[in-house]
């Protein structure tokens, strides 16, 4: 089991450039299911959910080539429609091939999908999409089994802005026949992102990126090349660790559109946040007064970023009250900032966040993706030498963090644990 060391009291300084997202890799990844022409899809990050995704694909039967961050993926002819448990029990995101799979070969079988603990996340709105286009749906020892000759277009309506139900049903209504409509769809750039990624293949999609998308069904799709979008989590991440050190960090290859809401609240609290039409850069002279976040789907405060900024607050001047309004139980890692002296009080699904002058080094456990993110940013300004465990969260969504932290001057390194 391998655990981050880090060294508090280091002001984080320099240049770093971004990755491409990971919550754009696995949806452009599955996307190559739809046809039977390679596609290449450049500045794919070397994370773990990816290296799964390139698995899950090649137990499909796609020939997979990964070369630095270019992959190429050809589903000239797929071997199996099935997305078996034990590909699919570490990544939620490995429901994003039901949709590609059904649409291109008329059915499909997938394990229910695991992942991090912050929530239910139920795929209910994904089901009831493809039903809705015509699929014979059905759940049986864990697996959902879908089947149509050919997805018929509809209009759907979504209850909730859902960023993977959002991706799969546009990826299945693009081989569908006729019209689809969905209203209420998620906003998010990876959506917009993936959209342009079909459109390039063949796809008829009109009002990507808006929350209603009208997606013209075609008969087949073809390859196409593709370079996918900085990753915005990552980015605001180091933002975030520049600025809980007092930096002045600048992150490079990034799309500042995507972070509005984030650049907002920290120029709120006190930091200076300077933007290009590609970089970021955020610099803290002094003590940062506390402020309020809300997490909403975009453009609002990206959930992701919920553990990361709560973590900032910790330490600032005044109190502050983070609101989830996202995932239900994405609260498990204020237990752990506890444990380092931070001074936070649950009321259901708000977080009162009271700054303290220090946080104390502890050993901490790591509870999902982001938390471990949160935790790590903690111990950059805490006294002492801070132990995260269980950084295979963090390696899921992050490629080689305590590098990039340690360019810019962060003492961080990586450690096999026992127990």
């Known amino acids: 089991m391998e655990a981050f060391r880090i060294k508090g009291g280091t002001r984080l300084a320099g240049e770093i450039p971004a990755d491409g997202a990971k919550n754009a890799a696995l949806p452009l990844l599955a996307a190559t299911l739809l046809t039977a022409d390679p596609c290449t899809i450049e500045r794919v990050p070397n994370l773990a959910d990816v290296r799964t995704m390139v698995q899950l694909l090649q137990a499909l039967g796609v020939d997979v080539q990964v070369q630095g961050g270019?992959?190429?993926?050809?589903?000239?002819?797929?071997?199996?429609?099935?997305?078996?448990?034990?590909?699919?029990?570490?990544?939620?995101?490995?429901?994003?091939?039901?949709g590609p799979l059904l649409a291109r070969t008329?059915?499909?079988?997938?394990?229910?999908?695991?992942?991090?603990?912050?929530?239910?996340?139920?795929?209910?709105?994904?089901?009831?999409?493809?039903?809705?286009?015509?699929?014979?749906?059905?759940?049986?020892?864990?697996?959902?089994?879908?089947?149509?000759?050919?997805?018929?277009?509809?209009?759907?309506?979504?209850?909730?802005?859902?960023?993977?139900?959002?991706?799969?049903?546009?990826?299945?209504?693009?081989l569908a026949d006729g019209v689809t409509i969905l209203e209420n769809a998620a906003c998010e750039p990876e959506v917009k992102d993936v959209c342009d990624f079909l459109v390039k293949m063949g796809a008829r999609i009109d009002g990507a990126g808006s929350g209603?998308?009208?997606?013209?069904?075609?008969?087949?799709?073809?390859?196409?090349?593709?370079?996918?979008?900085?990753?915005?989590?990552?980015?605001?991440?180091?933002?975030?660790?520049?600025?809980?050190?007092?930096g002045d960090v600048t992150v490079t290859g990034t799309r500042p559109a995507h972070l509005e809401a984030l650049i907002q609240k920290l120029r709120e609290a006190g930091a200076s946040v300077e933007v290009t039409a590609t970089t970021i850069r955020t610099r803290v002279e002094r003590r940062l007064h506390a402020v309020s976040i809300r997490t909403q789907p975009h453009p609002g405060f990206p959930t992701d970023l919920q553990a990361q900024f709560m973590a900032l607050m910790s330490v600032a001047d005044?109190?502050?009250?983070?609101?989830?309004?996202?995932?239900?139980?994405?609260?498990?890692?204020?237990?752990?900032?506890?444990?380092?002296?931070?001074?936070?009080?649950?009321?259901g699904q708000n977080a009162v966040v009271t700054g303290v002058e220090k946080l104390s080094s502890a050993e901490v456990m790591a509870t999902d993706l982001r938390a471990s993110a949160g935790l790590v940013l903690a111990g950059l300004v805490?006294?002492?030498?801070?132990?995260?465990?269980?950084?295979?969260?963090?390696?899921?969504?992050?490629?080689?963090?305590?590098?990039?932290?340690?360019?810019?001057?962060?003492?961080?390194?990586r450690a096999t644990m026992r127990g």
Do not use: W
Request: aromatic share 4%; proline share 3%; glycine share 10%.
């Open 70 to 98: 270019v992959v190429t993926a050809q589903a000239r002819t797929l071997t199996a429609c099935e997305a078996p448990y034990d590909l699919v029990k570490t990544m939620r995101a490995s429901i994003l091939v039901l």
């Open 212 to 246: 209603r998308v009208v997606v013209e069904g075609v008969r087949d799709l073809s390859g196409a090349r593709h370079a996918m979008i900085p990753d915005r989590i990552e980015v605001g991440t180091l933002m975030l660790a520049g600025a809980i050190t007092g």
């Open 106 to 174: 008329g059915e499909a079988r997938v394990s229910l999908p695991g992942g991090c603990a912050i929530g239910a996340r139920p795929i209910n709105l994904h089901l009831e999409g493809l039903a809705r286009m015509g699929a014979e749906i059905s759940i049986q020892h864990g697996y959902v089994h879908a089947k149509a000759s050919r997805l018929k277009g509809a209009r759907l309506y979504l209850d909730f802005p859902t960023v993977t139900g959002t991706m799969n049903l546009i990826m299945a209504a693009a």
């Open 318 to 347: 005044g109190m502050g009250i983070v609101s989830e309004t996202v995932f239900e139980s994405r609260f498990t890692h204020v237990a752990e900032y506890a444990r380092m002296g931070a001074n936070i009080r649950l009321e």
């Open 382 to 413: 805490a006294d002492g030498e801070t132990l995260v465990r269980r950084i295979y969260h963090l390696d899921r969504g992050y490629e080689r963090l305590e590098h990039k932290l340690g360019v810019l001057g962060a003492e961080v390194s």
